[in-house]
Nanobody, 123 residues
Framework: VQLQASGGGLVQPGGSLRLSCVAS????????IGWFRQAPGKEREFVAT????????HYTESVKGRFIISRDNAKDTVYLQMNNLKPEDTAVYYC?????????????????WGQGTLVTVSS
């Protein structure tokens, strides 16, 4: 079982990035997917989640209206489109899979985790 997150990098405030999370080794369709992030010295926090069929999404308040989570089950891939990035968005971003139809904001509900991709928002 593997989740591979990619797409991070250095971007100026106000810029955009698209993160990707590709899964292998398990039946992707039965899992909801979440994105979490962890800044230096802080706990891992919930960012967004999407249900198994893409019909339901949920975001933490600080990213609503700026981030969009989506999935392409034919490609076993989930995306996180991040727009109008702010310095406080700087963190390592992780994708995770939970064996449930709907997503969760709780770290403990996820069985599989990717390795993380670093997003740095700075001028």
């Amino acid at each position: 079982v593997q989740l591979q997150a990619s797409g991070g990098g250095l971007v100026q405030p106000g810029g955009s990035l698209r993160l990707s999370c590709v899964a292998s080794g398990f039946t992707w369709d039965y899992y909801s997917i979440g994105w979490f992030r962890q800044a230096p010295g802080k706990e891992r926090e919930f960012v967004a989640t999407i249900s198994w069929n893409g019909g339901g999404t949920h975001y933490t308040e600080s990213v609503k209206g700026r981030f969009i989570i989506s999935r392409d089950n034919a490609k076993d891939t989930v995306y996180l489109q991040m727009n109008n990035l702010k310095p406080e968005d700087t963190a390592v971003y992780y994708c995770a899979a939970a064996r449930s139809a709907s997503g969760s904001s709780q770290v403990g509900q996820y069985q599989y985790w990717g390795q993380g991709t670093l997003v740095t928002v700075s001028s």
